[in-house]
């Protein structure tokens, strides 16, 4: 423990006294941090400029164009040419331009196309600036479609109490059809029940029972009188002492007596009247045969007709009840219209987008992923330096010498980065805090274990890089590129979702993404542990890994310090004389490959040792070793490229 | 008897089928100052690499004698380098032919820190730093980060976080390079001092002359190969039999001295050297030469300066050893040996080939 703390000691004070440590692994990360804090603490969206070509300023394109000018955060400008405009976002000048087409109308049978040119290249930049111009032409499209919907509603709406009331029409037309109807049935049955035929009239019987009435009116006369008579008579005979009574039975036997004269006169005559009536009534029978006859005629055609009138009736009938069928459809179908509020149809569907979390500046959004992005460089870049520092320094050799386990200073490298760390992280919050009031939720448990076990990941992963690479530069290169693959395979940059399956498989499993990812759980959403249990296993595991790695790496790299690739197998003295050539740089040639790596770095004049006018060492170590046939060729050859040819030659083959 | 804390038995090294180190055998006893010496490239930082258990030999191995039992002689239990080789670190102490040491942390840090790993107890490492700032003479610097020491500071810095914790042995590779005089000597008189304390030094260098005062003992190597190994008194009475008279004189006419008339004297000088100030005769019978040479002074009225006799210097011996003329004529009377025989073998393969065709001609 004693010595862990000493080497921890031992580091930070040389991290201290050292100007590019400090200035490198300690200020430029607050200074990354304070610069991106500004940068993105902004809670208004970013000024777009926005080129426009309207070849003709329609009413409909200086609408668009005016809900496009009222966003205070658009700089809309009109250009000249579609290429003029283009141009301008070649240039970076503009961000986006609107082509808007000529007779920009709203009619039948005309789509109106309003064209966007943007630059893809900036990826992440492009889709909210597509979003953005696009929600305010959207925004003025569904009011011009609200507007058609409306008329179109109240078009629907003032056919439906039409198609109401010609319903109600057609029922009265379909009711007074029927009456028709029943009324022609009717008078169809009534004229063929008409007793059309011609009747006669007998006056014989008539003149007879005249003349029996006469005789009769005669009889009932004479009888009356004859009473009238006899009741005077009676009168005569019968003495009343009422005298006034009798006066009055005797005035009233005048006036019957007068009456049945009368009425019998008056019959006389009524019969009398009543022949020549009868007369005349024949005469008129006649007439009335004459004129049934036509009436017959006239029925037949008349029910003839009634018939042709029902069954046009009877059509009109069944069309009244196909038009109605048709109206009651057309007004079931108005009434299942469910939504007729124009509102509604032009934007059936409204989205809202409202913030999970209360916080509403773009900082406290980004911030998680800052903070972990910058956990990332400074843990792997400090990690990696200090043991590569510790690698490279004079003083490696002493502290290997000293009865020092590995593992201790695994440890308190492992610590010195940690601690590191954890007061730029406090040092960092605190200006976040203060300056650019962005901050971590009250969650502060969860995140100080997030925080914490992101910093020894990646100090970790730092570890390894530096016990794997052996110079200053190689580290530095492998610490930025892991950054980087770390950065580039998350969200930060550009989506995951728009890079490959198999990409995105990974992305997922990368730590960053886990860590910042748990992190905005923690900080923006207050997560609870069930959430985010699987991100810190996943940590917890990379970390074991890690540690295992860490062992492992630093142990082969402390090997291959100390060996410096050793020749696994040494040679004994004789096999030196007799097998192998021996050369003046005291290097040892065991086979052709070999003499062939020396002979493409022997210099000519070291060539010249070997090979003279009188002897051919190389040809005579073939010889040596039976390699004759390329003993022969080597022998013939008088210059170090000559016998470099031919070995090469030969090792081809 | 001395007693060994080191035995290097047939070790060999090679990099890629460069062969670095060829069958080295050697022992190194304790308290002793141990040199290897031999020229850049010879293989002195890979042995004391292989020593330390830095590098791992391809071939052989190297034995260490377990640092509790050191004070007991008799007992003889050796470990390998590489098994034991945490036990090993806490014996020895090692200062590379770089410095090895953190330029940004001060000679207090450095020595706080190195004594830390070592595992030193607190008072002990501070009572350790104090007497090796003291013995080091980095009094004053101890506040001064390491880089803005001087190179000669540098150095004892490097040597004193090698001996933080005491070592039994000390390991030193070109301890004095890149050093002037002055600073060499004194870390020499700086590892004498550490010696003394009952510490057993081995140390590269090729400052011959310097280590033949130094040294107990001393092995050349020359190619990875060892050629010598002993005193340095031994070695140069082994590889040179003859002495060196040092003559200087006035006027200096050395040209008149040097002409030696008697052929059996001649016989005896192996080679005289007119260096321009002096004369240096090389001769196995010193006395015989030295009688000569007064008569001739004496003849030709030359004042003695300065004369003495000595034994040829470790350097003048170990480039004799390197480039001896009887090395290389054995050399090339093996080479001319081997030479010949693969001429009269490719002579043989040639006729029989040349044959062989004429033969076949022939069928044709």
Redesign the interface.
Known sequence: M??II??VG?NL??LM??KTSILVVIFGPLLIMLLVGFAFNNPTASKLNIGYVAPEKTNLTNEFLNALKSNTNFAVIEYVTTESCTDMIEQGNAHVCIIFPKDFAISNNKTNEIVFYVDQSRTNFIYAVIETVSSKIDFTSNKLSYQMTNDLISTIESAKKTNSENLLRIIKLKAATDDLTKTLTDMQTKLGSLDLNKSSLSTGNADTQLTAVETDVAALKSKGLAIISASEDFLDDVTVDNSSRQNVFEDELETYRAQITNQSNKTNADVAALKSSIAAMSTDVDKLNKKLDTVKTTTADTTTKITAMKTNLAEIKTNLESMKSSVETLNAQINAIKVTSAESIVNPITTTIKPVSTKSNNLNFIFPYLIILIIVFISIMLSSNLIIMEKT?????????????DLTFIISTFLTSIFVNILQLILILLLAYYFLEAGLSTNIGFTVLLIFVSIALFTIIGMIIGYFFKSQEAVTMASISVGSVFLFLSNLVLPVENMSLAVQKIAHYNPYVIASETLKKITIFNAKWPDIQMDFAFLAGYIIIGIILVLIIQKMSKIQY?????????LKKDDIVDKYLKLN??????YEA?LLEELKKMSDTSFNEYVTKT?N?F??WL??NNR?AL??KV?ECKTREETIKVLEKSGKK | MATPVFKVKEV????????VLDDINLEINAGEIFGIIGASGSGKTTLLNIL?G???S??GEVLFRREHLLEHKDSQIFRSVHSHH??L??V???A?Q????????SVK?NL???G????LHRDTLKSNMITLINLMDLQGAENR?AKNLSGGMQRRLDIA??LIHDPKILILDEPTADLDPLLRNHIWRLVRKINKRGTTIVLASHHLTELENLCSRITILK??KILATGTPNEIKERFSKHEEIHLETFPGNYNLIADIEDKDIMKEIAQIEDRGTKLVIHTSKPELVLQELMKKLDKHKETIIDLKVTKPTLDEIFILITESAKDKEEEAEDDKEL?EE??K??EK?RKG?KKKSEDEKEEK
């Open positions: 004693k010595k000493k080497i031992k004070k040389l006294r050292s320094s004079k003083a490696y050799f002493r502290n290997f010498t000293t009865p020092t386990k100390i060996s410096k690739k050793p020749m696994k197998h040494l740089s005291g290097v040892l040639v065991r070999e002897k060492d040809e005579s010889i040596l004759n003993a022969k022998g | 060999s090294k090679a990099y890629d089928r460069r062969i330390v830095f590098l791992k391809n071939t945490e036990e670190k806490k020895i102490g090692m590379s770089t410095s090895s040491f953190y330029d940004n942390l840090e706080l820190y190195f830390t790993l070592y595992g980060l976080c090698a190619e990875g030479m693969k001429t073998l490719v393969m080939a």
